[in-house]
């Protein structure tokens, strides 16, 4: 049997460090003599979970992965939160059900007021070469969907110039084909801006990553009640939801975050439909 004075000083720093029984490892092992290799084999066997399975990621998650990796070691997160009175939202969100026949998001009742918000924001934009920032003129807004293969974020073009009917109509057709695989190149390029919504999940809010070459993500909580003081300093009961803008420190400040956000607020409250 190996004496613990001939084992090396490493090996004896592993012995102790995970108070393994020299006699004992030389039985389990069947090796009289000790290298390192044999203690932190022991000492995995032991002290670490043990694999189910080994998987290569989805092709989808793959490419997902590499630009969310990228996109937090470039980009400067920083997230600022808001909550706001959905209850315009909710109310005409009950009409276009009726007018449309069809079940509505909330993901969708909030494309145009935030296109509206985003038609003259500095978040609406490109940071290319650390230096130089795109802000575009077309309102292209991301929408992450959730499917059994990972993440997708779809785009819809145009959102500030699209009647109610087209835009409901290109969004359960992007929705839909997003979640039975069916997207194309086309589908996935060109946004501005994102939106990701996790309310459904029971999630009250959360922090995003950019989806590049983006500079600002927009999160959403779920739908719940607060209470409010109303401007005759009565208490009211309201449906509410946490907002999260999640963008890049490099191109806005704090600052600008929290106007867009107040802005965001505005169009929610003095929301219509436009026919």
């Known amino acids: ?16 460090q995970y108070e393994i029984n020299l006699e004992e490892l030389i039985r389990k092992t069947g090796h009289r003599e000790i290298s390192e290799n044999i203690v932190l084999e022991y000492v995995r066997e032991k002290y670490f979970p043990k694999v189910k399975m080994y998987k290569k990621l989805d092709p989808i998650r793959k490419i997902a992965s590499r630009k969310l990796s990228t996109s937090y070691k470039s980009a400067v997160h920083v997230t600022v939160f808001k909550t706001i ?17 069809e079940k509505i998001s909330f993901t969708f009742m909030l494309l145009k007021p935030l296109a509206r918000v985003l038609k003259d924001s500095v978040f609406n934009s490109e940071l290319q070469d650390e230096d130089k920032l795109v802000v575009y003129d077309d309102v292209n807004i991301a ?14 073009r145009k959102v500030d110039e699209k009647d109610w009917r087209t835009l409901f109509k290109e969004y359960v057709d992007l929705i839909s084909r997003a979640r039975s695989f069916k997207l194309k190149q086309k589908d996935i390029v060109g946004a501005t801006f994102t939106i990701s919504n996790l309310g459904m999940y029971g999630v009250d809010y959360f922090t995003q990553i950019i989806n590049p070459p983006q500079t600002a993500i927009l999160g959403v909580g779920k739908i719940r009640e607060d209470l409010i003081l109303t401007q005759s300093k009565d208490l009211k009961t309201v449906k509410v939801a946490t907002f999260s803008l999640t963008f890049d420190h490099r191109v806005a400040d704090g600052a600008d975050a ?15 439909i436009e026919e």
């Open 1 to 16: 049997m190996e004496n613990i004075s001939e084992i090396k000083d490493e090996v004896k720093y592993l012995l102790d």
């Open 85 to 101: 009175n959905v209850e315009p939202l909710l109310h005409y969100k009950e009409i276009l059900k009726s007018t449309l026949g």
């Open 143 to 156: 929408i992450a969907v959730q499917t059994e293969k990972g993440l997708v974020t779809p785009v819809i």
């Open 258 to 272: 929290a106007i867009f956000l107040n802005k965001l607020e505005d169009e929610i409250i003095k929301f219509k």
